[in-house]
């Protein structure tokens, strides 16, 4: 026992078994996270897939727990599928238009942004994001709405003739900026935006600068580097932003309800459909059709390359 | 011979720190041009000036006599050889090396061709399918050579090429580098703060430092004739004798360099100065000795064969006349 090198007290002896048992310290890492992520959250994923099997007895309203296409096959009538291409189109409208929107403010602050102007990037970024999501929606409800700031200052500067050319497109304008699909998409837009910036703005932060000076170096311009070098070193960045704002679209059953038309969306559709109506196979059936959207918009984005330079 | 490119009393201010301050230097075409200088001396930014990555604070920057004021770098005629390599990850190594044909509009297969042709230069036939990721160090520094010299650049400019890989590979590329330059004909211009390797490879010489040229020559130049102090420090790590030492050692009462490899360890009649032995550092070709002598650390490179005495042991030192080089410097 008269060891030349005494543990000096439990934690190094502690330490010294995790030291002769490296994968003992990671087993206990990683158990909680993934009794969570198994258990509780695959879980009930799992029981969420199994109930879209079953189906709904039309006369007592009770469930039937046999195995069945037939719930599925309701996502086919002309009412349930308009609402899910309609998620859909909003969805990917509303991720273009972040894109968009996010890739020169992720630019600035990966290239040129320093310090304090660092700082006050993540600030704007991220202040908006700390305040109560009900709140925003509700401001833009009165933001939009006909007597709301938007119309005030089109009527002010004479532009009140251009929005009502705008509202008056057919599906996707309508009374007024509140209750049309534009006012839908203008806060999904808003509300989202941060979830593109961020990831994109990490993925261009590790282009490195020398990168863009060698398409320069060898006779690039500014239009060639940014398609050939910039975006496709970007697009990882692009598709995880992307997986939000589309995801988050598909999911959402607030921000259509309070701004936009009074159209189902796939949230509220499973909203309604869980509650009152208490159909919950076909809820669950509309449930997996945004997973089931994301694995294959995945899928085609890893064939397309898009992970080849993580 | 024409000069590939000229600067005229260029500077570069970063705020208030002068990288390069008002630098004149002359590169002749053809010639295999090295930088040399500790980091922060300004031997990178003069490259960057070169390629168009950084604007002149002040002065004029011509190349083959064209003022280079308003062209920007994908306009200019040079290529760069990055110190990372800067190789477009998401893209195989046949397209890296083709990226400036593309951008010049040449079509897939005669730039794929050309490119294979390229790869074949440096020994890399074959590797067009990998991605930058499946090379190593030494092969990815070919593809960024290759990438670089497919344009037919007038001007290679090099940064730092060889500082990432292991010795026995940085011996063999310059070898390459300087066989590649002579077959080629175009002017090579390298920045490295290896003096070795500047002096190996280089026709000429600009030894930089705090932003200024100390000076330029040939390697033979700048080594047995070092300008200034700091040149001789640099370059060689020569022994920098001040004024009272180098009368004591014969010569003018001014700053001198002697280099270690010159003098020679004796306790004859012909010893010109006495030293005692503070250190050794064995090298295995040599071993380098230090002598305390007249309040001065000087170090003697005996070379291996020659018997070392040992620590606190009194030596005498010899030289010939000539390797005494007294500094235009005061």
């Known amino acids: 026992m008269d060891s030349a090198h005494p543990a000096r007290g439990p934690g190094d002896r502690l330490t010294g078994l995790f030291w002769s048992r490296p994968k003992l310290l990671t087993a206990l890492l990683i158990a909680p996270p993934i009794l969570w992520l198994g258990v509780v959250y695959v879980g009930s994923l799992a029981a969420l897939l199994l109930q879209s099997f079953y189906s709904i007895d039309e006369f007592s309203g009770v469930v039937v727990p046999e195995f069945t296409l037939k719930t599925y096959a309701e996502l086919l009538v002309p009412s349930n599928y308009d609402v899910i291409l309609r998620t859909v189109a909003m969805a990917a409208a509303v991720t273009l238009a972040s894109v968009a929107l996010a890739f020169p403010v992720a630019f600035f602050a990966a290239r040129y942004a320093k310090g304090r102007w660092k700082a006050v990037f993540y600030l704007g970024i991220m202040l908006p994001l700390w305040s109560s999501y009900l709140v925003k929606v509700y401001a833009w409800k009165l933001i939009l709405a006909k007597e709301g700031i938007i119309t005030w200052a089109a009527e002010g500067i004479g532009a009140g003739n251009l929005l009502n050319a705008v509202l008056a497109i057919p599906v996707i304008g309508g009374n007024s900026l509140s209750t049309s699909y534009i006012g839908t998409f203008l806060v999904f837009v808003y509300v989202w935006l941060p979830y593109m910036i961020l990831p994109m703005q990490a993925s261009l932060e590790r282009v490195p600068t020398s990168m863009l000076e060698a398409s320069a170096d060898l006779g690039a311009g500014g239009w060639r580097t940014f398609r050939s070098v910039i975006l496709p070193l970007a697009l990882p960045g692009v598709v995880a932003g992307s997986i939000f704002t589309f995801s988050l679209t598909l999911g959402d059953y607030i921000i259509p309800q309070i701004v936009g038309s009074s159209r189902f969306f796939i949230g509220q559709a499973v909203y309604s459909l869980q509650g009152t109506a208490g159909n919950i196979p076909l809820a669950a059936a509309f449930a997996v059709v945004p997973i089931v959207i994301m694995l294959v918009y995945l899928t085609v984005a890893r064939k397309m390359g898009a992970f080849d330079a993580l | ?330």
């Open chain 2, 1 to 330: 011979m024409n000069a590939a490119v000229e600067f005229l009393s260029v500077s570069r201010h970063f705020g208030q720190v002068r990288a390069v301050d008002r630098v004149d230097m002359t590169i002749a075409e053809g010639s295999f041009f090295a930088m040399l200088g500790p980091s922060g001396s300004g031997k990178t930014t003069c490259l960057r000036l070169i390629s168009g990555f950084e604007k002149p604070s002040g002065g004029a920057i011509r190349i083959f006599g064209e003022d280079m004021g308003e062209v920007p770098p994908n306009r200019r005629h040079v290529n760069t050889v990055f110190q990372d390599y800067a190789l477009f990850p998401h893209m195989n190594v046949r397209d890296n090396v083709a990226y400036g044909l593309m951008v010049k509009g040449v079509d897939r297969r005669a730039r794929h061709g050309k490119a294979e042709e390229m790869l074949a230069l440096v020994k890399l036939d074959g590797f067009g399918d990998r991605k930058p990721a499946q090379l190593s160090g030494g092969q990815r520094q070919r593809v960024a050579l290759a990438r670089a010299l497919v344009n037919e650049p007038r001007v290679l400019l090099l940064d730092e090429p060889l500082g990432a890989l292991d010795l026995k590979l940085r011996e063999a590329m310059q070898d390459e580098l300087k066989a590649l330059q002579q077959r080629l004909g175009i002017t090579f211009v390298f920045v490295t703060h290896d003096q070795g390797e500047a002096l190996s490879m280089a026709d000429r010489v600009a030894v930089f430092n705090e932003g200024r040229i100390a000076q330029i020559g040939t390697p033979a130049e700048v080594y047995d004739r070092p300008a200034t102090r700091f040149v001789a420090d640099f370059v060689g790590s020569s022994n920098v004798l001040p004024p009272a030492l180098t009368q004591a050692f014969g010569g003018p009462a001014r700053w001198a360099s002697l280099r270690p490899e010159a003098i020679r360890l004796s306790t004859g009649p012909e010893a010109r100065a006495k030293g005692r032995v503070t250190a050794l550092r064995y090298l295995g070709a040599g071993t380098r000795v230090a002598l305390e002598t007249g309040g001065q650390e000087i170090a003697v490179l005996v070379p291996a064969g020659v018997p070392v005495p040992e620590v606190g042991a009194t030596s005498g030192l010899t030289w010939d006349a000539s390797a005494l080089h007294v500094m235009e410097e005061a």
